[in-house]
């Protein structure tokens, strides 16, 4: 098991998902590939999460609309180096996991992973630390989960106080970022979902770990998302992303 002090500089996107609720902007184009704040959800992810910090090769997996992305990726002249691989049948993510790691170029290297629908800043460098310190197979970036309902304040008496729209609570969810040892990939199923096989086994055993994101982050699911992370990302962006 690799662990150097050497910075991850490799990392898969998984691309492939229809995404139907998405619709009407995935009917034509990939979920990675719909515009938030005026550029697709994978730019946003290949220039924070990646070339910012120091990654040079990227695998895109990806199965539906494969074209449009290769088409846009193509088109990139800077950045990480880009491979895309196209499933032939849809494998689950944790079966697209595990195909996209087939295309890096450093087997015996850990990588990150990523789901092709969130935007988050955090300084990956940290969480690279945090997982050597640990010293588990996987390490996944956790968001602290946020409501969609309003939350009513009301006493014991049944006295309403006031109301709050979409607080945090105090729970933590897969934020869809990783960190992988290489020794973790053949731990992942052909075909199926890796957070009903893979990561309970690991939970098990000692050797998942998760990382507490205090930055930003947000799913990209519902047309809602799009509208209302095309309105914080240009406020994010006013200073200075870490």
Same mark, same amino acid.
């Given at each position: 098991?690799s662990r150097s002090?050497?910075? %991850?500089?490799?990392?898969?996107?998984? &691309?492939?998902?229809?995404?139907?609720?998405?619709r009407? $902007?995935t009917?034509?184009?990939?979920?990675?590939m719909?515009?938030?704040a005026?550029r697709?959800?994978?730019?946003h992810?290949?220039e924070?999460h990646?070339?910012r910090?120091?990654?040079?090769?990227?695998?895109?997996?990806?199965?539906?609309?494969?074209e449009?992305?290769?088409e846009h +990726?193509?088109?990139?002249?800077?950045g990480p &180096? %880009?491979s895309?691989l196209?499933?032939?049948?849809?494998?689950?993510?944790?079966?697209a996991?595990?195909?996209a790691a087939s295309? +890096?170029k450093d087997? @015996?290297?850990?990588?990150?992973?990523?789901?092709?629908?969130?935007?988050?800043?955090?300084?990956?460098?940290?969480?690279?630390a $945090?997982?050597r310190?640990?010293?588990?197979l996987?390490?996944?970036a956790?968001?602290q989960y946020?409501?969609s309902?309003?939350?009513?304040?009301?006493? @014991?008496?049944?006295?309403?106080?006031?109301?709050?729209?979409?607080?945090? +609570?105090?729970f933590?969810?897969?934020?869809?970022?990783?960190?992988f040892?290489?020794? &973790?990939?053949?731990?992942?199923?052909?075909?199926? @979902?890796?957070?009903?096989?893979?990561?309970?086994? +690991?939970?098990?055993?000692?050797?998942l770990?998760? $990382?507490? %994101?205090?930055?930003?982050?947000?799913?990209?699911?519902?047309?809602?998302d799009?509208?209302?992370a095309?309105?914080?990302?240009?406020?994010?962006?006013?200073?200075?992303?870490?």
């Amino acid at each position: 098991m690799s662990r150097s002090s050497e910075p %991850i500089r490799q990392a898969v996107i998984l &691309a492939g998902g229809q995404a139907t609720r998405l619709r009407p $902007y995935t009917d034509t184009r990939p979920k990675a590939m719909v515009e938030v704040a005026d550029r697709p959800i994978i730019d946003h992810q290949l220039e924070w999460h990646l070339a910012r910090h120091g990654v040079e090769h990227v695998v895109v997996s990806c199965g539906y609309k494969a074209e449009v992305l290769r088409e846009h +990726l193509s088109g990139r002249d800077h950045g990480p &180096a %880009i491979s895309l691989l196209v499933e032939d049948e849809p494998l689950g993510r944790g079966g697209a996991l595990r195909f996209a790691a087939s295309g +890096l170029k450093d087997d @015996d290297a850990p990588y990150f992973a990523l789901n092709g629908d969130v935007l988050t800043w955090f300084p990956l460098d940290e969480f690279t630390a $945090y997982h050597r310190e640990k010293g588990g197979l996987i390490t996944l970036a956790l968001a602290q989960y946020r409501t969609s309902w309003g939350i009513v304040d009301v006493t @014991d008496s049944g006295l309403i106080e006031g109301f709050t729209q979409s607080p945090l +609570l105090p729970f933590w969810i897969n934020a869809g970022v990783y960190v992988f040892e290489p020794d &973790a990939t053949p731990l992942l199923p052909v075909r199926g @979902d890796h957070e009903s096989t893979t990561f309970p086994d +690991l939970a098990g055993q000692g050797r998942l770990f998760g $990382y507490r %994101i205090r930055g930003f982050w947000r799913g990209v699911d519902t047309v809602k998302d799009v509208k209302e992370a095309s309105e914080q990302i240009p406020e994010l962006l006013g200073g200075s992303p870490e």
